[in-house]
């Protein structure tokens, strides 16, 4: 018997929110782990991290993929048991994902189907749930008797032959290969209306230091933003902090 890992993630992103209006839970994007350490980490998602909109196969990465972008991402892994033969199947499909990857794209219409319980197929395009689903019926391992395009991360959460392992922090699942902090690009300047319309609720992820510079990260609709702090403005923020407590 071999083991495979399906992550359920919530980074917290504009994108991610945007779905929870409409879904309530607490988890929004399913990667497919062929390792405990989730070195071997596939999904449906964004290609570049700063490109919410250019979506299709990935090989997930920690330390430079989207994760990286959001430090405080929490998560839910679970163990699926399947027969040796079976995750072979697994393993074959994934690497005929992983060869071709040029050739699959995001299933944005499938999206729509989810609510109203019509599956929307589109040849080569798959969106999270659905890809982790659809390879584990090919590999003759199926967990849902609907069809993979109805499936959400949703569902795996109340699957009894799914065994939670791990509930928490991403960055501090215990065997996850690596876990640097969030070192995001240097904040660069655009139009100012679009400046103006990021700050609109934009949530403040933290304050970092780095070669003496402190600097604050806020969410952005396009990515999170990494902005210059003067220390006298951070040292006045908390003495202001401290006494309204």
């Not at 607490?26 to 919410?52: C, E, Q, V, W």
């Not at 659809?134 to 795996?156: C, H, I, N, W, Y």
């Amino acid at each position: 018997m071999k083991s495979i890992y399906i992550l359920l993630s919530n980074t917290g992103s504009f994108t991610n929110r945007a779905i929870k209006t409409f879904t309530s839970a607490p988890y929004n994007h399913a990667s497919l782990a062929l390792d405990k350490s989730m070195k071997r980490i596939y999904s449906f998602g964004r290609r570049k991290p700063t490109n919410p909109f250019w979506g299709g196969f990935v090989q997930e990465d920690f330390v430079e993929g989207t994760f990286s972008w959001y430090p405080y991402a929490t998560c839910a892994v679970y163990e699926y048991t399947l027969s040796r033969r079976n995750y072979q199947k697994l393993e074959r499909l994934v690497k005929t994902f992983a060869r071709n990857y040029k050739t699959y794209f995001y299933n944005y219409a499938g999206l729509l189907g989810v609510p109203i319980n019509q599956p929307i197929e589109v040849p080569a395009s798959y969106f999270c749930s659905q890809f982790v689903s659809e390879v584990l019926d090919r590999s003759g391992s199926p967990l849902f008797s609907k069809a993979s395009s109805l499936v959400t991360p949703d569902d795996f959460r109340y699957h009894e032959d799914l065994k939670l392992i791990y509930e928490g922090p991403l960055y501090e699942y215990p065997f996850l290969y690596s876990t640097p902090f969030y070192h995001p690009k240097r904040y660069q300047s655009f139009p100012f209306r679009k400046y103006l319309k990021q700050q609109v609720k934009a949530e403040v992820l933290g304050i970092y230091e780095e070669r003496g510079q402190i600097y604050q990260f806020r969410d952005g609709f396009i990515k999170p933003k990494k902005i210059l702090l003067s220390k006298k403005w951070f040292k006045l923020k908390q003495l202001f902090s401290w006494k309204k407590k």
